[in-house]
């Protein structure tokens, strides 16, 4: 049998998940393929890296790129954040611009349409957090105005976070889809070591426990990964970076507690990632200006 005759009829669809900060991205990549691989908040800028996500149903692969919120950067960390974005762009099928029900769109929103429409990227319009809307016509009122001000190659109002228009929007990429082989093995979720994502499901108990007290200076590396021979047991060394002795303080609370409790939060979900019991262990050091020093981001992996 011939390879084409081998992968006759598969297709595959390349999208790059993209829009300002906060309006849902991961969430979208989770719900699309049925785990949870990028972290969420509600804080602005969560994502500081793309985030590859592969969902394969029969003879279509879909092939995600979760960005960074795209941002006007004060930092050399926001720097690279957007270029990741920047460099989604190219060579992918399309991109699922994704905003909330709204009639305008915004400086930043404007900017990196701007920048899709000169790399001749098809833009499918995402209208998130369906939930909030009173009714359907609504969301259609707002879609048409958006549509108005770019020429989105389709539309779809959807909910990642209960689910609604996962259909409709599975039939927007499939207009989209390429013939030819999978890119991945069809039982592929994603590319990203399994240390990076324990890494971020650290970072994520960050952010949803200290969410008024700690800014962005966080970082999380997992310095030891390594399985027991002699039981079903990972043991897993993490170091929380932040940038003030202060922020130190914050993360390691009252006699430990609030890095008790972000320990504890944190191997429940990497249990359940890696359906296997877990030892964590979490140390805190400052580096102060870290998210400004080249060689620092670099080894976060943030390049």
Same mark, same amino acid.
């Given at each position: 049998?011939?390879?084409?005759?081998? @992968?006759?009829?598969?297709?595959?669809?390349?999208?790059?998940?993209?829009?300002?900060?906060?309006?849902?991205?991961?969430?979208?990549?989770?719900?699309?393929?049925?785990?949870?691989?990028?972290?969420?908040?509600?804080?602005?800028?969560?994502?500081?890296?793309?985030?590859?996500?592969?969902?394969?149903?029969?003879?279509?692969? =879909? !092939? @995600?790129?979760?960005?960074?919120?795209?941002?006007?950067?004060?930092?050399?960390?926001?720097?690279?954040? !957007?270029?990741?974005?920047? *460099?989604?762009?190219?060579? +992918?099928?399309?991109?699922?611009?994704?905003? =909330?029900?709204?009639?305008?769109?915004?400086?930043?929103?404007?900017?990196?349409?701007?920048?899709?429409?000169?790399?001749?990227?098809?833009?499918?319009?995402?209208?998130?957090?369906?939930?909030?809307?009173?009714? /359907?016509? /609504?969301?259609?009122?707002?879609?048409?105005?958006?549509?108005?001000? =770019?020429? @989105?190659?389709?539309?779809? +109002?959807?909910?990642?976070?209960?689910?609604?228009?996962?259909?409709?929007?599975?039939?927007?990429?499939?207009?989209?889809?390429?013939?030819?082989?999978?890119?991945?093995?069809?039982?592929?979720?994603?590319?990203?070591?399994?240390?990076?994502?324990?890494?971020?499901? +650290?970072?994520?108990?960050?952010?949803?426990?200290?969410?008024?007290?700690?800014?962005?200076?966080?970082?999380?590396?997992?310095?030891?990964? /390594?399985?027991?021979?002699?039981?079903?047991? +990972?043991?897993?060394?993490?170091?929380?970076?932040?940038?003030?002795?202060?922020?130190?303080?914050?993360?390691?609370?009252?006699?430990?507690?609030?890095?008790?409790?972000?320990?504890?939060?944190?191997?429940? *979900?990497?249990?359940? @990632?890696?359906?296997?019991?877990?030892?964590?262990?979490?140390? !805190?050091?400052?580096?102060?200006?870290?998210?400004?020093?080249?060689?620092?981001?670099?080894?976060?992996?943030?390049?």
């Amino acid at each position: 049998m011939s390879a084409a005759e081998l @992968f006759c009829g598969q297709q595959t669809v390349f999208a790059a998940i993209v829009g300002k900060p906060n309006v849902g991205k991961s969430t979208l990549l989770n719900r699309m393929i049925g785990a949870k691989i990028a972290i969420t908040s509600p804080r602005p800028q969560t994502t500081r890296n793309r985030i590859m996500g592969v969902v394969t149903h029969g003879e279509k692969q =879909y !092939v @995600f790129l979760d960005t960074p919120g795209f941002h006007l950067p004060k930092t050399k960390l926001g720097e690279h954040m !957007v270029k990741s974005v920047r *460099d989604s762009v190219a060579d +992918i099928d399309c991109a699922l611009f994704v905003t =909330y029900p709204k009639e305008t769109l915004d400086e930043i929103e404007t900017q990196l349409l701007a920048e899709l429409k000169t790399a001749g990227t098809p833009v499918i319009l995402v209208m998130n957090k369906a939930d909030t809307l009173s009714s /359907k016509a /609504k969301g259609e009122k707002f879609i048409e105005a958006l549509c108005a001000l =770019y020429p @989105f190659c389709g539309s779809v +109002i959807v909910s990642a976070l209960d689910g609604t228009g996962m259909q409709e929007l599975t039939a927007e990429l499939d207009k989209h889809a390429s013939e030819g082989p999978h890119l991945f093995p069809d039982d592929t979720l994603t590319d990203i070591p399994e240390k990076v994502i324990v890494a971020e499901l +650290i970072r994520e108990k960050l952010l949803l426990n200290l969410f008024d007290e700690l800014p962005h200076g966080c970082a999380v590396s997992v310095e030891r990964f /390594k399985e027991r021979m002699d039981k079903p047991l +990972i043991d897993i060394d993490a170091e929380i970076l932040c940038e003030k002795e202060s922020h130190k303080g914050m993360i390691i609370g009252k006699k430990g507690a609030m890095l008790k409790k972000i320990g504890s939060e944190a191997r429940a *979900d990497i249990e359940d @990632f890696l359906d296997c019991r877990v030892n964590l262990k979490l140390w !805190v050091k400052v580096r102060e200006d870290w998210r400004n020093k080249e060689s620092v981001i670099k080894t976060l992996g943030y390049t």
